[in-house]
């Protein structure tokens, strides 16, 4: 195959992910959702044949839980780097060294997200050099290059960026200003890492309900459906 998705995953332990959800619901629940999350959209992209699914994993003391989560059929590689941007550069060359003709850079904070968006970036990189999908909170929920725009842009598009704040998506279309690369553009979603876009998700996946659509991500429905059944979560409180 020539393209692959890389997705980056945390060992979903409690206090270790979706940490900016505490204490709005509890560290278990926390965990929870983000394993839900993680299935979710590591299921989603499995309908994509086209692509190898790529798990940058971390810690490596997690792989283990990771792959009895995803299954044994990903290539699982290790995040490597002091911060986000050295672990981008690290899986990017990873994913250069491997030859791919085009690789995506896909978050897994996004569960509802179309899986039509993340093919129609993996179409882009046919003649762009390099493809984005922004996040209504300034960052981005996928980033992807041609193996073109890859040697062109890395590492320079993922150094001196102000990671997990509004500016990211700003900050890295200057980058790819300046490097006069061309751009594919996708549309806007949002990501779930706060209590209020934790609402959102749970109005939207209601709205799909009521409107008899397919919801595109079953098992943190079932997740959130299951909380308010019991009366678990304290987010119930804030309908």
Not at 54 to 81: F, H, M, N, R
Not at 128 to 133: F, L
Not at 172 to 179: A, M, N, V, Y
């Amino acid at each position: 195959m020539d393209a692959c998705i890389i997705v980056f995953a945390k060992n979903p332990v409690p206090n270790q992910v979706k940490t900016r959800l505490i204490p709005h619901i509890s560290p278990e629940e926390a965990a929870s959702l983000y394993r839900a999350f993680l299935t979710d959209c590591c299921n989603a992209l499995s309908e994509i044949p086209t692509v190898h699914r790529v798990i940058a994993y971390t810690p490596p003391k997690g792989l283990s839980a990771l792959q009895t989560l995803i299954g044994e059929d990903a290539i699982y590689i290790p995040q490597v780097g002091a911060d986000l941007g050295e672990r981008l550069i690290a899986a990017a060359q990873w994913a250069f060294d491997y030859h791919y003709a085009k690789f995506l850079f896909l978050g897994s904070d996004s569960p509802t997200l179309p899986i039509q968006y993340v093919e129609r970036g993996l179409d882009l990189l046919e003649s762009r050099d390099v493809v984005i999908g922004p996040s209504v909170d300034g960052g981005y929920y996928l980033i992807g290059f041609s193996r073109h725009g890859a040697a062109l842009a890395i590492p320079t598009i993922f150094e001196g960026i102000t990671w997990s704040t509004d500016v990211v998506f700003r900050q890295t279309l200057e980058k790819i200003q300046s490097l006069d690369a061309e751009l594919g553009l996708l549309p806007p979603w949002y990501d779930v890492d706060t209590p209020a876009e934790l609402q959102l998700l749970r109005h939207h996946l209601f709205a799909m309900r009521l409107a008899d659509e397919t919801i595109p991500a079953p098992e943190t429905d079932r997740k959130l459906a299951e909380w308010l059944q019991v009366g678990e979560c304290t987010c119930i409180g804030h309908q």
